[in-house]
């Protein structure tokens, strides 16, 4: 039995992993750090609220799996400073603790096109946590690179509303090489990661891209084919039941030993009638 911790449990992904993982039987705990209360409720589920640069090791206890979704935009943030500071020094110093605190599974999202050397500050930024993170040598790192998430948010972004109308007129276009561009629902997402944690790659380092998130699916539980027959196999039931009659009552040896017994007493009274 498992258990899990989510930092950015919030926000559109994060809130659906955690209800999906509370709901999931193969988790008993579900802890979540974050800066607010979420408005999900769940026995398995307790809750530490934080600041991220405030975190410190012992607010991270021991789990299998730290799940980090954390994620703002610059227009948001309102600053490339406070940008980078959610979007790359939270995660790396939260996967440092989790390192010292001896969790063996750290899963993030980053994007579609993180790279340290590409041309646009979002995807450098997602690029360079990439690299830092797989630098820290942790024991299994998982890296999650969605395409553009859709779902129902709190808050309006309307860069994402816009892209979300384009790409769905253009999913069907959007094959080969650039299937991996569709968009992606964050509860699909959310369910990939989990999918990860469990049945995943065991490997030190892992890439998801998008197209893989989407496909990914819980593995069919085979189903016993247990006939009525075998349930109740009665000739099976009666034939056992005549062996152990036979072994628990040996009615020839009983017999037998019974007239060994008579004799004896025969014997016995003569000699003691004849004294």
Request: with cysteine; glycine share 4%.
């Amino acid at each position: 039995m498992r258990a899990a911790i989510v930092v950015g449990a919030t926000g559109l992904t994060g809130s659906s992993l955690v209800e999906q993982l509370c709901e999931n039987d193969e988790y008993v705990s579900v802890t979540v750090i974050a800066r607010r209360k979420p408005t999900f409720t769940h026995p398995k589920l307790e809750v530490k609220i934080r600041e991220f640069d405030r975190i410190e090791e012992q607010d991270i206890e021991f789990a299998h799996e730290l799940y980090c979704c954390l994620g703002t935009t610059i227009k948001k943030a309102g600053s490339r400073e406070v940008f980078e500071k959610v979007d790359f020094e939270y995660p790396l110093a939260i996967a440092s603790l989790a390192k010292k605190r001896g969790i063996p599974h750290f899963l993030v999202i980053t994007a579609m096109g993180a790279n340290e050397n590409s041309p646009f500050y979002y995807n450098r930024v997602k690029g360079k946590l990439e690299h830092d993170l797989v630098e820290l040598d942790l024991q299994r790192l998982s890296i999650i690179r969605p395409s553009l998430l859709v779902g129902d948010r709190d808050e309006f972004r309307l860069g994402e509303k816009v892209g979300e109308k384009v790409l769905k007129f253009a999913q069907p276009l959007l094959i080969g090489p650039l299937k991996r561009s569709r968009a992606i629902e964050a509860s699909q997402v959310a369910k990939a990661m989990i999918i990860i944690a469990l049945y995943g790659k065991q490997q030190p380092v892992t890439i998801y891209p998008s197209n893989e998130l989407i496909a990914l699916e819980y593995p069919e539980t085979p189903k016993e084919d247990v006939s009525r027959k075998t349930l109740f196999n009665w000739d099976k039931l009666q034939e056992d039941e005549k062996v152990n009659r036979d072994v628990v009552i040996n009615r020839d040896k009983y017999k037998l030993d019974e007239t060994v017994v008579d004799k004896e007493v025969h014997f016995r009274h003569r000699d003691q009638e004849k004294k």
